[in-house]
């Protein structure tokens, strides 16, 4: 399965962006679909994570209320939507799969390709 993101663009601050995770075959109920982020000069951190089975979701304490991941199982795709954005959320996003929860890179195997997230003041 190769991941495939899309959806980045300018938002204004306080706007909203939906960015799409697509995963060219299926996704096993076994998976977990996680986004992460990159700012100029950052690390990449995690930002939010699915549970592709269960549904069962996960986020970081930054985006928390603002922003929802979910998933559409007929569709192999992932859905981060991001509401109330602010300059901290400019990044560019990534999506990931893996086997295993986690909040750093090693706990997912395969990535898609950035998706840039501009927020405009």
């Known amino acids: 399965v190769q991941l495939q993101a899309s959806g980045g663009g300018l938002a204004q601050a306080k706007g909203s962006l939906r960015l799409s995770c697509a995963g060219t075959?299926?996704?096993?109920?076994?998976?977990?679909v996680g986004w992460f982020r990159q700012a100029p000069g950052k690390e990449r951190e995690f930002v939010a994570a699915i549970r592709w089975g269960s549904g069962v979701r996960y986020y970081a304490d930054s985006v928390r209320g603002r922003f929802t991941i979910s998933r559409s199982s007929a569709e192999n795709t992932a859905y981060l939507q991001m509401n109330s954005l602010n300059s901290d959320d400019a990044a560019v996003y990534y999506c990931?799969?893996?086997?295993?929860?986690?909040?750093?890179?090693?706990?997912?195997?395969?990535w898609g390709q950035g998706t840039l997230v501009t927020v405009s003041s």
């Open positions: 990931a799969m893996g086997s295993e929860y986690g909040t750093t890179d090693k706990a997912y195997k395969k």
């Open positions: 075959g299926r996704i096993f109920s076994s998976a977990v």
